[in-house]
């Protein structure tokens, strides 16, 4: 089973990573938060990788955390494709994925407007 990697994505530029690892550790142990920055300015793009060591703590944390106010923004949660080094390769966008990526109707995808 591969740990689990959620794209966090709308995140306010003044969120750290610290603030990430502190409010997500409420649902598992954390591996790896990665907060994404301008390699020039050095400022928050705006969304985040968090890694689980659990896949279960990953979901729990995806059903609580998605669609949820944080830090006054509405915080996406997403989870990345396993099989890949999603840190790097993650599609560089935010918001909600393509339409044909969304799980039916009655599920999580609700929550995208």
């Known amino acids: 089973m591969h740990p689990s990697v959620h794209p966090v994505t709308n995140l306010s530029f003044s969120t750290r990573e610290s603030r990430l690892q502190r409010e997500f550790s409420n649902f598992g142990e954390i591996a790896e938060v990665k907060l994404v920055k301008d ?28 669609c949820k106010s944080f830090d006054g923004r509405l915080i996406y949660v997403d989870i990345a494709k396993p099989g890949k080094e999603a840190f790097r390769e993650y599609p560089k966008t935010s918001g909600p994925p393509k339409k044909q990526q969304l799980p039916k109707q009655d599920e999580v995808a609700d929550c995208w407007y």
């Open 39 to 66: 390699e020039l300015t050095k400022k928050s793009k705006g969304y985040a990788f968090i890694q689980y060591t659990s896949q279960d703590d990953a979901l729990l944390a995806l059903e609580n955390m998605d």
